[in-house]
């Protein structure tokens, strides 16, 4: 079963790091696009970085010199960097990728991971 699985999330302190994972399981060929999302208690879903299939990135204003998405395509694994972070980065974290399977390609999400910027 295809699946994208989520971690490196946690609690950290004002001006700290952490790096989220998305790990993509099961029968897949590629990554193509993939995007970080998050969801603050009360608000609607936004984009914060997204990199599609031929590499090109950008990222939500919030987040511009603080956070970078990467991939490691022989692990079919996708990155969020986030560095100095805020309380207002406090959030539930998603990924979403395009996945080629079998031919065909098809939007996935992980399950969330909670971020949690506090002193």
């Known amino acids: 079963q295809v699946q994208l699985v989520e971690s490196g999330g946690g609690l950290v302190q004002p001006g700290g790091s952490l790096r989220l994972s998305c790990a993509a399981s099961?029968?897949?060929?590629?990554?193509?696009?993939m995007g970080w999302y998050r969801q603050a208690p009360g608000k609607q879903r936004e984009l914060v970085a997204y990199?599609?299939?031929?590499?090109?990135?950008n990222y939500a204003d919030s987040v511009k010199g603080r956070f970078t998405i990467a991939r490691d395509n022989a692990k079919n694994t996708g990155y969020l960097q986030m560095n100095s972070l805020k309380p207002e980065d406090t959030a539930v974290y998603y990924c979403?990728?395009?996945?080629?399977?079998?031919?065909?390609?098809?939007?996935?999400w992980g399950q969330g991971t909670q971020v949690t910027v506090s002193s």
């Open positions: 990199r599609n299939s031929h590499g090109s990135t």
């Open positions: 099961g029968s897949i060929d590629s990554i193509s696009a």
């Open positions: 979403n990728a395009n996945l080629a399977v079998g031919g065909y390609e098809y939007s996935y």
